[in-house]
């Protein structure tokens, strides 16, 4: 049931206010160029999620962070991506101070070879990185979710789910 609950918050990430508008526009410059596109895009985004994901939570068991921890973690960040949203001058400041890694991204994007699969598939792999802390609320969700398993593998997996309910488009 939990990697059915990581399908679904990957799912959810879809409907992101950052992330729906700009998955037309993406999706519909990628198909222009080469008709798996989209896939390749879809499967790095996928990738990125997994491997931030993964990540966190494993460096949370390296330093000797519980599940409990973790999740608390999680929740507080929810909350606070939460207020982030709903209160106009926390997002005002937060597009300001995230802005510069938004451009370096931007520009990395537009450097990649629009032809090639492997250029759209970085090409998601840097839409997950840039869009990793606007997803907070879910990629929390899959990460505390994670961090509730006995093992790394368990985890892996749980993020793989969570990246694959988020490739699904």
């Known amino acids: ?4 609950f ?15 508008p700009l998955l037309p526009i993406i999706l519909a410059g990628s198909v222009a160029r ?15 999620f997994a491997i931030v994901g993964f990540l966190v939570t494993a460096f949370a068991h390296q330093i000797g962070l519980n599940a409990d921890a973790i999740t608390r973690f ?19 400041q ?9 451009a370096r991204g931007n520009n990395q994007i537009s450097a990649q070879s629009s032809q090639h699969l492997g250029g759209h598939f970085f090409t998601g792999m840097l839409l997950g990185a840039a869009w990793s802390p606007c997803i907070g609320p879910t990629l929390g969700g899959a990460i505390g979710l994670a961090s509730q398993g006995e093992s790394l593998l368990y985890a892996f997996f749980i993020m793989v789910m969570f990246s694959f309910g988020a490739g699904t488009i």
């Open 1 to 4: 049931m939990d990697f059915l």
């Open 6 to 20: 990581a399908y679904i918050a990957g799912l959810l990430t879809l409907i992101n206010p950052c992330v729906l």
């Open 34 to 48: 080469h008709r798996l596109a989209p896939v390749a895009t879809a499967l790095g985004l996928a990738t990125s």
């Open 74 to 92: 999680g929740a507080a960040l929810m909350i606070g991506f939460g207020l982030i949203l709903l209160v106009p001058q926390f997002d005002r």
């Open 94 to 102: 937060f597009a300001r101070v995230t802005a510069g890694l938004a």
